[in-house]
């Protein structure tokens, strides 16, 4: 029978179907942090059972780490306490940890690929809703609740109904000026924040298929964004050549042997979708959002539409576009802006720092502008200044923090405050994401750098020219 | 974590038709430092139901006595964003033990049914009428009834909800699937032994 990649993977991994109830999935990579896991430890504790495969979970800190001083001790106590609990929890099951400090530490969806836990047909789970992004990769990846990270400890398995599947198609060539994230924001624009629940999906297409692994990785992470559960790419050559030689992937023999089953991983020509979906290449402009979802964003030269224009209720439009101080037709170019960010696990990544740099370099940081540039691990920080990006940043008035979640969801310091605007590469715009009383105009690091050097909202195709 | 069983659940309601609630806005962020799941409750709409100097905002719904219960009435698509099962402990540890909505996000829902909050999807219709009934009389006791899976209003209307037997079975009998996926250890064993990865 034909089969999509989706079923393939997760086929293989069904321990048991439930009568009128779920599938008992195996899951090959658990990923743990800080603020989704202690309760899950204390349950397991409270049971009396312990990590039935503690090699293969991996912890790392990410989400309520500080950005500066990272040699200190955590000021927050409350934070400091959640990472103590992980470094004693990881420490007395035996499950590697990569805490504040270490040397292989950053955000967990931007280590696992770096170090090669993310591998084609896994399954991998973790206490966060961007797990999505290690689809990138051909694997089934996906964000899961503090039960069942229990679960994933106590017993390798989650239990789970299988999702229905949709394909995306983005046919032809991308603008000038037009990135990953602009293509994931366009997708979320047209399907709303709900058009892909309880779905899984499926990105195939010239678009996705020309795409780098990090832009596929950028594209995946904000499948949640839609309301999927996560969203796949099949591995190709680029993915095998982005893995090989990494940490935790097969050597030799065992990647030969992997490489036969990794190689079948691609949905058959015949096999079908529950829905499927195709949008052209050259629609897409760079993008940037207005109010308080991810489905509410439009490409940057157009104006904020109508209540009448948008899918939903006129009172939570007008609620959203209320928080923001934004009017129904006003333009997106010229707004003035506070604050810009660039990192998170959607776009805090090495060629996310080279798109930034590349606009800023020779102009100067806006005076009215703070900036955070967060580097998504210890890995990227690197990177950059070995590739002198950090001496074209100094030069142009930005400085650099150190890796981490940051004010991607602000439980750290990097809170923008009350009534300011960040213009900000990370996934979420909800009302007091990134502080409360914040918001958000979510946008590639392009729109971002282009905000930084302007103050304003800004077309990066014109400082491209 | 196991949970008190599940029946039928009749009570007062409270409305909250605004679509898209997502769980940010359920629980921010910043009251995710726990090591142990309780006081949830407290931060529950945290920035929709307190000022910045904590005193109540007196038009948000939870801050009006004239609505209670244990059934909380969300707008389209609710729990979406992240998938912080702390949303769900929050909705808890208020006191819902049931929210209705027209359609719900993924992980939420799922996260609702393993701790024992039962997600009850209706149509978009059948929720106008149970936000009319509340709006008309706050005092309108709704029954949940799970061994039937209806939603019943006072007028008689009523309204079936999907569950698949399984999470039905635990929610009447307060089992959580830990409960389950450890009783088949052994099964579970043989067939790691044989997976690739």
Same mark, same amino acid.
């Given at each position: 029978?034909?089969?999509?990649?989706?079923?393939?993977?997760?086929?293989?991994?069904?321990?048991?179907?439930?009568?009128?109830?779920?599938?008992?999935?195996?899951?090959?990579?658990?990923?743990?942090?800080?603020?989704?896991?202690?309760?899950?430890?204390?349950?397991?504790?409270?049971?009396?059972?312990?990590?039935?495969?503690?090699?293969?979970?991996?912890?790392?800190?990410?989400?309520?780490?500080?950005?500066?001083?990272?040699?200190?001790?955590?000021?927050?106590?409350?934070?400091?306490?959640?990472?103590?609990?992980?470094?004693?929890?990881?420490?007395?099951?035996?499950?590697?940890?990569?805490?504040?400090?270490?040397?292989?530490?950053?955000?967990?969806?931007?280590?696992?690929?770096?170090?090669?836990?993310?591998?084609?047909?896994?399954?991998?789970?973790?206490?966060?809703?961007?797990?999505?992004?290690?689809?990138?990769?051909?694997?089934?990846?996906?964000?899961?609740?503090?039960?069942?990270?229990?679960?994933?400890?106590?017993?390798?398995?989650?239990?789970?109904?299988?999702?229905?599947?949709?394909?995306?198609?983005?046919?032809?060539?991308?603008?000038?000026?037009?990135?990953?994230?602009?293509?994931?924001?366009?997708?979320?624009?047209?399907?709303?924040?709900?058009?892909?629940?309880?779905?899984?999906?499926?990105?195939?297409?010239?678009?996705?298929?020309?795409?780098?692994?990090?832009?596929?990785?950028?594209?995946?992470?904000?499948?949640?964004?839609?309301?999927?559960?996560?969203?796949?790419?099949?591995?190709?050559?680029?993915?095998?050549?982005?893995?090989?030689?990494?940490?935790?992937?097969?050597?030799?023999?065992?990647?030969?042997?992997?490489?036969?089953?990794?190689?079948?991983?691609?949905?058959?020509?015949?096999?079908?979708?529950?829905?499927?979906?195709?949008?052209?290449?050259?629609?897409?402009?760079?993008?940037?959002?207005?109010?308080?979802?991810?489905?509410?964003?439009?490409?940057?030269?157009?104006?904020?539409?109508?209540?009448?224009?948008?899918?939903?209720?006129?009172?939570?439009?007008?609620?959203?576009?209320?928080?923001?101080?934004?009017?129904?037709?006003?333009?997106?170019?010229?707004?003035?802006?506070?604050?810009?960010?660039?990192?998170?696990?959607?776009?805090?990544?090495?060629?996310?720092?080279?798109?930034?740099?590349?606009?800023?370099?020779?102009?100067?940081?806006?005076?009215?502008?703070?900036?955070?540039?967060?580097?998504?691990?210890?890995?990227?920080?690197?990177?950059?200044?070995?590739?002198?990006?950090?001496?074209?940043?100094?030069?142009?008035?930005?400085?650099?923090?150190?890796?981490?979640?940051?004010?991607?969801?602000?439980?750290?310091?990097?809170?923008?405050?009350?009534?300011?605007?960040?213009?900000?590469?990370?996934?979420?715009?909800?009302?007091?994401?990134?502080?409360?009383?914040?918001?958000?105009?979510?946008?590639?690091?392009?729109?971002?750098?282009?905000?930084?050097?302007?103050?304003?909202?800004?077309?990066?195709?014109?400082?491209?020219? | 974590?196991?949970?008190?069983?599940?029946?039928?659940?009749?009570?007062?309601?409270?409305?909250?038709?605004?679509?898209?609630?997502?769980?940010?806005?359920?629980?921010?962020?910043?009251?995710?430092?726990?090591?142990?799941?309780?006081?949830?409750?407290?931060?529950?709409?945290?920035?929709?139901?307190?000022?910045?100097?904590?005193?109540?905002?007196?038009?948000?719904?939870?801050?009006?006595?004239?609505?209670?219960?244990?059934?909380?009435?969300?707008?389209?698509?609710?729990?979406?964003?992240?998938?912080?099962?702390?949303?769900?402990?929050?909705?808890?540890?208020?006191?819902?033990?049931?929210?209705?909505?027209?359609?719900?996000?993924?992980?939420?829902?799922?996260?609702?049914?393993?701790?024992?909050?039962?997600?009850?999807?209706?149509?978009?219709?059948?929720?106008?009428?149970? *936000?009319?009934? /509340?709006?008309?009389?706050?005092?309108?006791?709704? %029954?949940?009834?799970?061994? #039937?899976? &209806?939603?019943? !209003?006072?007028?008689?209307?009523?309204?079936?909800?999907?569950?698949?037997?399984?999470?039905?079975?635990?929610?009447?009998?307060? *089992?959580?699937? /830990?409960?389950?996926?450890?009783?088949?250890?052994? %099964?579970?064993?043989?067939? #790691?032994? &044989?997976?690739? !990865?």
């Amino acid at each position: 029978m034909s089969k999509t990649l989706f079923d393939k993977v997760w086929d293989s991994h069904v321990v048991r179907h439930v009568e009128d109830g779920p599938d008992v999935l195996l899951i090959d990579r658990h990923m743990v942090h800080e603020v989704t896991s202690p309760v899950a430890f204390l349950g397991i504790k409270n049971r009396g059972i312990g990590v039935m495969y503690p090699n293969k979970t991996f912890a790392t800190a990410d989400h309520n780490t500080p950005t500066i001083n990272q040699h200190l001790p955590v000021q927050d106590p409350l934070s400091a306490n959640q990472l103590a609990a992980l470094e004693k929890n990881a420490k007395e099951h035996g499950i590697s940890h990569w805490g504040l400090g270490h040397e292989k530490n950053g955000i967990v969806h931007v280590v696992g690929p770096e170090y090669g836990i993310t591998q084609p047909g896994a399954t991998i789970v973790c206490g966060d809703s961007h797990t999505s992004t290690h689809g990138a990769f051909g694997a089934i990846a996906f964000g899961i609740g503090t039960s069942e990270v229990e679960m994933v400890l106590a017993t390798q398995c989650i239990m789970q109904p299988k999702p229905k599947k949709m394909r995306i198609n983005v046919k032809g060539d991308l603008n000038f000026g037009v990135t990953p994230k602009d293509v994931a924001l366009y997708i979320i624009s047209r399907l709303t924040t709900s058009g892909a629940t309880g779905y899984f999906v499926e990105y195939a297409g010239e678009v996705f298929e020309n795409m780098t692994m990090e832009g596929r990785m950028t594209v995946c992470n904000l499948s949640i964004e839609m309301g999927a559960r996560g969203g796949m790419i099949a591995p190709d050559e680029k993915t095998f050549e982005y893995i090989k030689g990494r940490e935790h992937t097969p050597k030799g023999a065992d990647w030969d042997k992997a490489m036969e089953y990794w190689k079948t991983l691609k949905t058959d020509p015949d096999a079908t979708f529950d829905k499927e979906i195709t949008f052209e290449a050259s629609d897409i402009e760079p993008m940037i959002t207005y109010g308080t979802n991810p489905g509410m964003g439009l490409g940057i030269s157009k104006s904020i539409p109508t209540a009448s224009e948008v899918q939903g209720g006129a009172s939570t439009y007008a609620k959203s576009l209320n928080y923001m101080n934004f009017n129904e037709g006003d333009n997106m170019i010229g707004k003035p802006i506070d604050f810009v960010f660039i990192g998170s696990c959607t776009n805090g990544r090495i060629e996310d720092f080279r798109a930034f740099t590349n606009i800023v370099k020779g102009r100067k940081k806006a005076d009215n502008v703070t900036a955070w540039l967060v580097p998504g691990s210890h890995k990227v920080e690197a990177a950059i200044k070995e590739e002198g990006l950090l001496d074209i940043l100094t030069e142009a008035g930005f400085e650099l923090r150190e890796p981490g979640c940051s004010a991607c969801l602000a439980m750290n310091d990097d809170k923008v405050p009350a009534g300011k605007y960040a213009v900000s590469t990370s996934n979420r715009n909800f009302e007091g994401r990134q502080g409360p009383g914040s918001r958000t105009l979510l946008a590639s690091p392009l729109v971002a750098a282009a905000a930084a050097v302007t103050g304003k909202v800004t077309d990066p195709r014109e400082l491209m020219k | 974590m196991a949970y008190d069983k599940f029946e039928i659940l009749k009570s007062t309601a409270v409305p909250l038709p605004i679509e898209n609630v997502d769980t940010d806005q359920i629980i921010p962020a910043r009251f995710l430092k726990a090591t142990e799941r309780k006081g949830f409750g407290d931060n529950l709409f945290r920035d929709w139901r307190y000022n910045n100097d904590d005193s109540p905002k007196e038009d948000f719904v939870l801050n009006n006595p004239k609505y209670s219960g244990k059934i909380l009435v969300g707008g389209k698509n609710f729990g979406s964003g992240s998938s912080r099962e702390h949303a769900a402990w929050a909705v808890y540890d208020y006191g819902f033990r049931c929210v209705i909505s027209s359609f719900f996000a993924d992980i939420f829902k799922g996260n609702c049914l393993n701790i024992g909050v039962l997600p009850v999807q209706v149509s978009a219709g059948f929720a106008d009428k149970i *936000f009319a009934a /509340i709006e008309a009389d706050p005092n309108t006791e709704i %029954e949940v009834n799970l061994p #039937e899976q &209806k939603v019943i !209003l006072p007028s008689g209307e009523s309204e079936s909800f999907d569950i698949n037997g399984y999470k039905k079975g635990n929610m009447l009998n307060g *089992f959580d699937d /830990i409960d389950y996926l450890t009783s088949m250890k052994e %099964e579970i064993k043989a067939f #790691e032994a &044989k997976s690739p !990865l």
